[in-house]
């Protein structure tokens, strides 16, 4: 029997999913059958496709089973799309839900929608694009939670072992800022066309504000980002990775009036952030333990530049903010052990434009 139809005529479904563990400790909405059926209608129908397994409890997550927690979230049909897509991502092996779901890191799968998709369902890339009062950023980023809370079973202390917590665990999907981006979308850069439409999943931190509104030229903005890049006290720093920038639209229009690319951008973030050896293992003083977990090709001297990710490549640049404010952000990863993955909404289609990540195309 599903959840839909569970409880007995007159039961305070509010407290009853509360009583039952089936909630983030907020109140949901109760799935109904007639809003459950939509949605699995949304999703193609068959509610018995399995979609795949979450992690940890590896829970099969058939399309019912996402509707009902989806309606739950607040969510309407058209997010379905948006939503499968997102989940999709999350349970690519690549991607280790299982160890995201269980570390102690305060990590949380964040969500990007690029393309016609997120424009369709009205999701926000603007102003206070990380906050609430956006139905779409909420209601997907919350019901990818719920999955991974009652298909994944990660509820703490149990199967999830995060020691402090993060508030995007609760809800952390936004869009790209096309529509003002001076820039091609994120997508684009990747390869695909700007008509497609895709979720970008990586496990992060919350956003590290980055302020600057004395800068007026591409190297005195992305050296302030650079300085929030280079802490020490973020996995990326021992544990290199994936990360990503948030750039504000003022930084963005300030960088791109000088010509610079995105990929410009990428390149310049890489070579000028960073820590010296010496401060990443404290000249030995604990023992050697860092070693083991920086890559193998750089160098151990004492004033070796560590770099906090591998390559420009694993550094995710998206523009998103509203009109006013010299604001950026930065977004470490949760390291090595999470590598991010994009997922076509709708129907599975290969990237057929130009790679342009690595920089050989400029955009």
Known sequence: ????????????????????????????????????????????????????????RWGVLTREVLAINAVMAGCLPEYAPVLRAAMQALMDPLFNLNGVQATTHMAAPLVIVNGPAARAIGMNGGANAFGPGNRAN????????????????????DLDKCTLGNPAKYSYAICENEAQ??????????????????????????????????????????????????????????LSGHCAVALGLEHARTIAK????????????????????????????????????LPKWVKRDPDSRIPIVPSPDNIHLFVVGGDAGRFSAFIPGWGHMNTPVMQPVGESVAPEGPDCASGVCAI
């Open 138 to 157: 909420a209601t997907i980023g919350r019901a990818v939670r719920l999955m991974l809370l009652n298909v994944g079973g990660a509820h703490p202390p």
């Open 181 to 238: 981006s001076p820039f091609a979308p994120y997508h684009v850069e990747q390869g695909w066309k700007p008509e497609d439409s895709t979720v970008f999943a990586m496990a992060a931190e919350a956003p590290h504000s980055v302020t600057d509104h004395q800068c007026n030229d591409p190297e005195g903005i992305l050296d302030t980002i650079c300085s929030a890049m280079s802490t020490i006290a973020s996995n990326n720093a021992v």
């Open 258 to 293: 000088h010509g610079w690319s995105r990929s410009d951008i990428r390149h310049y973030l890489w070579m000028h952030s960073g820590n010296a050896f010496r401060l990443i293992s404290r000249d030995h003083r604990y023992g050697r333990v860092y070693n083991r977990n």
């Open 1 to 56: 029997m599903s959840i839909a139809t569970a409880a007995e005529a007159g039961t305070d479904l509010v407290e009853y999913y509360f009583a039952q563990g089936w909630t983030d400790g907020l109140p949901v909405v109760p799935p109904t059958q007639a809003k459950v059926e939509a949605f699995i209608a949304a999703l193609g129908g068959e509610p018995d496709h399995v979609e795949g397994k979450v992690a940890p």
